[in-house]
């Protein structure tokens, strides 16, 4: 792919990345529904997209997404019983 000829069609999904850390002060697991999409683009373009050498292709950041999510209700819940 050259740079001059074609855009790279994971950019976008790497600037809503950039935007939703930049919105949650860089906390990751607030961003993984984002970083998710990353990846799906990542999935059908890592062979011609610069922006996927940071995205892991193997890892299901939707599941971590859920994981994170029962963590912060469980300690919103410790908090509130305290």
């Not at 970083?35 to 292709?57: D, T």
């Not at 963590?71 to 019983?81: D, F, P, W």
């Amino acid at each position: 792919m050259s740079s001059k000829t074609a855009k790279d069609p994971c950019k976008p999904s790497a600037c809503r990345i950039q935007d939703c850390l930049k919105a949650n002060k860089f906390d990751e697991t607030r961003c993984y529904d984002v970083i998710e999409n990353m990846r799906q683009c990542c999935l059908k373009f890592h062979k011609v997209s610069l922006c996927c050498s940071g995205i892991k292709l193997d890892r299901d950041y939707h599941s971590e997404q859920e994981a994170a999510d029962r963590e912060r209700q469980e300690k919103h819940k410790q908090r509130a019983s305290e």
